[in-house]
C-alpha cells in the first residue's frame, strides 16, 4: 500500500472530466526512476491525446507518446495497437517494461512472446487500485540489471 495520503484531482479527456486518484509516492518513484536514467516512460494508452491533462496534474514533465490521434480514432480497442508499439520497442533493441490493466493479461502465447529472453516485463496493476510498490520494486530491480 501507498499509504493513505492520496491526492484526488480531474484530468479532462473526450470532453468528460474523469476523477483521478493517484499515490504521491509512486509518481516520486517513477520520477526518480527516469531522473536516473533507468527507464524513459511513455504514454501508450487512450489518454495519448490527452497526455497534458496527467502529467499536469501528476506535475510530470512532457512524455512521449506511443499512439498518435490519427491510430486511436480508428479503432474500438486500443489493445492492439499497445501491443503492436510494445513490439516496436523490442525490435528496436529495447528493453521493455509495460504495465497495463487492459491489454496485459494477454494469451500466454502473446506473452510468452513479449517476453523471451528477459527483455521484458509485463505487469498487470489492478485496474482501481493502479501499481503498488511491489510492482515498482519489480521495475526498478529489472530496470537495474
Sequence with gaps: MWGSDLFRGTARAGNIDWPIRWAPALIERIVRLRALGLVEVRWCST????????????????????????????????DDLKRAAARQVLASGRRLVWTDDTAVPMPTLARARLSAGGRALLIRPHPRRGLRPRDLALIEAFART
Design 47 to 78: 489518454w495519448c491525446t490527452d497526455a497534458d491533462e496527467i502529467e499536469n496534474l501528476f506535475s510530470l514533465p512532457p512524455l512521449r507518446c506511443a499512439l498518435s490521434a490519427d491510430q486511436l480514432s480508428t479503432v474500438e480497442s486500443t
